[in-house]
């Protein structure tokens, strides 16, 4: 599954648990165990205090319990940065009546 449309809230909108739920999981490759499975971002946002060798665990439960609340991205990292970017050069201003913004693949979108 892949996660283009995370949410940004403005403040009235936002809260603990719709900040944390809005991170993205990846999987860093050969390193991902260098770097103690980071990449378990909802978990690791959601649950601060689960020690880095039970994060795969917990989040292989928490996907299993909630898969309408995953969200993964697989994209090399290097590419997904340099995607995401443009999408926010395209679409930096945001109108002042929006509480809940995500980033468009639509070209045409400023």
Known sequence: MQQWNVPW???SEWNYARGQL???DRHYGHVHWIIHSIGTH?????FPKI???????????????YPNLVRINNDRILSSFIRMGKK?????YIGKDVSVFTYSDDQNNN
């Open 42 to 46: 909802q978990i690791h946002h959601l």
């Open 88 to 92: 926010f050069i395209r679409q930096r």
């Open 9 to 11: 809230f403005i403040d």
């Open 51 to 65: 020690p880095h060798y039970r994060l795969e665990e917990a989040t292989f439960y928490f996907r299993k319990s």
């Open 22 to 24: 809005s991170t993205v």
